[in-house]
Structure formats: C-alpha cells, structure tokens
C-alpha cells in the first residue's frame, strides 16, 4: 500500500508541476485555479471553495486525490456560463482542513451538505466524479433536500469492484497507473496529455490519499437503497473506462428510475480531459430539461 500512494503522489506532483498548455481557447479568460478561494467552516473542518459563473448553483464533487484545481478548466468555464459553479476541496485536500472526524465517503457527503448550507444555497444540482460519484450518491440519498439534479461520472453504486479496484491499483507501477486514465489509441495521439493536465497548487498529502483510499475500501455502497432516490440524474461513463467500467454504469441507470445514460466513445476514466466541450454541453443539456416538459 505505502509504495502505490508514493507512486501515486508522485504522478499528481508531476501533473501539479507540468505547464498547462493552451487549448480551446483556454486564454481568453482567466485562469480558473489562479483564483483566490475563500473557507467556511463546516462540522469540524474548514472546507476551502470557490464559485464561478452565474446561474442555478452546481456544486462539483472531486474524485480520489483530486483537489478543485484538477477540474478541466474548460470544462468549468463552459458550465459557467449557466450555471454557478461551486468548486471544493474535499476535507484534508487542497486548502481544506483535516477535523477531527475520520475521513470516509458518507462524511465527505454530509460536508458537501454542509457547504452548501454554510454558503446559503437551499439545493443545488450536483455533479460527482469518481469517488465523487459515490459521494454524490450519499449526499442525495442523506440529504434529499439539498440536491436538484444529479450527475454521476465514472461511478458505481457496488462497494466490492470500488474496494476491488482501489486495492488492485495499489499494486501497479506508474507506468501501468499511467496507462488506465486515457485509451491507449488516444493518448498515441495525444502524447503531450499529461503535460496539458491542470495543475494544483496544494499538492495530496500522501496520509490523506491513503485516508481516502480506506474510505473507498469500507464503503457499504448504495445499489440496495437507489430505489428510493428521486433525483432527475444523468450518468455518464467512458465506454474504455476500465477503471469503473461502464457496466457499472448501467446498473446504476437500472437502479435509478428514469436516469439519463450517456456513454463516450474512446474515452477512459479521465474522460473529462478528453472531450471537456463536449461533455460540459451534454451536462448542460441535461440540466436545462424540466421535468414538467417530459410529461407533456
């Protein structure tokens, strides 16, 4: 376990480190993570964020290791321009405290929760990447009321493939960690794709990446309560993603009565960074469909 989290930090010090080279007009405004972020306390921690755009509020939940920088900026920068993006740092990353509490998945939703009442907003519509999708999920399930719609990318709602997965990738090089986030045929083409990745000004602590990693180990998960959430939600999986597999997603779009599927062609696990126009607009999309227009 402790030689994967060195090698894994060591990749997220690298992409932290790389220059973030123009694309889609990535110049034509302003650096997103160069923006200073405020704090708010939340239960025991101090939970830095930042919010960007206008419009219906959209809180953005990370994934492993991920801090708010690690967002594709124009990803962001597209949702924002109809939504206000809230972007955190989950607890112990970033500019977030650690508290007191112990870090697992259904605390990192009842902070999200938290957050969004710290920052006076009543609900918003929310979007979970990865262990973000897991923690979107008990965030709905925990704290109906403060969700609108939700969005899962690269999610799973079966505990044993996340603890399966986060235990086998503890035991991989970097050059086969490196070889899972983008399909191999894509990142031929693509060979600056770690360089151009966005950095992060606060580098993981390598006790909290292994923190989260427990928490993504003893996570119950949420396939045998999912009937009982009724959110407009939209899912989303890379059709290459062997990280959480798109299957996954499909149960999750079997569970979820009435849930949107969206699945992307050659795209993996880090399939944000890949097509960040296209998926922002099929976000976009999703969001701007009322549900009194469905039933006409």
């Known amino acids: 376990m402790q030689r994967y989290f060195n090698l894994f930090v060591l990749f997220i010090l690298l992409s932290s480190m790389a220059a973030c080279g123009p694309k889609n007009n990535i110049n034509t405004a302003p ?14 921690a ?16 990370m994934g492993f290791a991920g801090t ?8 962001i920068r597209e949702l924002a321009k109809n939504h206000k993006v809230i ?26 929760a938290g957050l969004l009442d710290a920052l006076g907003y009543e609900k918003s519509h929310v979007l979970g990447w990865s262990m973000g999708g897991l923690i979107a999920q008990e965030l709905a399930l925990n ?16 505990s044993e493939p996340v603890a399966k997965i986060t235990k086998e990738l503890m035991k991989m090089d970097t050059k086969e960690l490196l070889s899972h986030f983008f399909p191999k045929a894509w990142l031929d083409k693509h060979p600056d794709a770690i360089s151009k990745l966005p950095s992060s000004k606060n580098p993981p602590n390598i006790e909290i ?14 396939c045998d309560r999912l009937e009982s959430l009724h959110k407009d ?40 960074y890949q097509a960040p126009v296209s998926l922002a607009r099929t976000i976009s999309t999703f969001l701007i469909v009322r549900e009194d227009m469905l039933a006409q």
């Open 31 to 44: 650096d997103i993570s160069s923006l200073p972020y405020s704090t708010v306390q939340v239960a025991d």
């Open 46 to 61: 101090q939970l830095a964020y930042r919010v960007y755009g206008k419009g219906e509020p959209l809180l953005m939940i």
């Open 68 to 75: 708010m920088d690690l967002w594709d900026l124009d990803l």
């Open 87 to 112: 972007l955190f740092d989950n607890r112990g990353m970033g500019g977030s405290s650690l508290g007191t509490e112990s870090i697992s998945i259904t605390r990192m939703a009842d902070d999200s």
């Open 143 to 158: 704290h109906p009321e403060k969700v609108e719609k939700l969005i899962l990318m690269g999610a799973a709602c079966e």
């Open 209 to 222: 990446i292994k923190a989260q990693g427990e928490a993504l180990i003893n996570w119950s998960g949420t």
């Open 233 to 272: 939600t939209l899912i989303i999986s890379g059709m290459q993603d062997d990280i959480l597999p798109e299957t996954l997603s499909f149960e999750l779009a079997e569970k979820i009565q009435g849930a949107w599927l969206v699945r992307f062609k050659n795209a993996a696990h880090w399939l944000m």
